[in-house]
């Protein structure tokens, strides 16, 4: 989740669909430069929060 | 989490214009989107059969789409949990993409006149009585 979130901010927000769980798979969620993922996902794990900000929600559903 | 149809941001896809709908004028339709890497669905799946089995007679049809892309994820998943209902396939997700669905598993109720009357994102065993008794009140209508 914290390296996924780290990956949508380097590569910039992307909206991803709720079914879309294969998400290593596309070229827009692979980092292209790793600094600002790293300290991004330094800080969220840090914080202990979920990070994403441009996470489009989706995901699992509640349980 | 349920989000009536009346609600302003959600636009009701024109079901009587979808095939898969096609001879199934009359009935109710429970349409649920499903997918094999989530487990939520895998714990609604018992749950929807026994809906099918116990309001069948009374006009509930039970359609569960899938969203995998990979077809062979979808029937690994129905060999280790089986459907007990009608299951379909929607690997673009165009009919997910027409209904708007904003979570995983998420089901549409629909009456029998082609309308939209309940959204439900998710899955929650804690839920079901309400849920059930949604549905049983649409079937009466």
């Known amino acids: 989740m914290l390296v996924m979130a780290a990956a949508l901010l380097a590569g910039g927000c992307t909206t991803v669909k709720p079914w879309e769980r294969d998400l290593h798979a596309r070229p827009d969620m692979q980092p292209s430069t790793l600094d ?10 840090k914080e202990a929060s979920s990070g994403g900000r441009g996470f489009g929600g989706g995901g699992c559903g509640c349980n | 989490m349920a989000l ?5 941001t959600h636009a009701s896809p024109d079901v009587t214009a979808v095939p898969l709908f096609k001879d199934l004028s009359g009935k109710v339709i429970l349409l649920d989107f499903w997918a094999s890497w989530c487990q939520p669905c895998r714990q609604s799946f018992p749950w929807m059969g026994d809906l099918q089995r116990r309001y069948g007679p009374q006009g509930l049809i039970v359609i569960a789409v899938n969203l995998d892309r990979d077809r062979q994820l979808a029937e690994r998943f129905l060999e280790q949990t089986p459907a007990e209902f009608r299951v379909e396939y929607d690997s673009q997700a165009a009919l997910a993409t027409e209904f708007e669905v904003a979570a995983m598993p998420m089901s549409f109720l629909i009456d029998r006149q082609g309308r939209v009357r309940n959204r439900h994102a998710g899955f929650r065993a804690a839920q079901r009585a309400e849920r059930e008794s949604i549905i049983a009140q649409i079937l009466k209508e």
């Open chain 1, 36 to 45: 600002g993922a790293i300290d991004d996902h330094i800080y969220f794990s």
């Open chain 2, 4 to 8: 009536t149809a009346s609600s302003p």
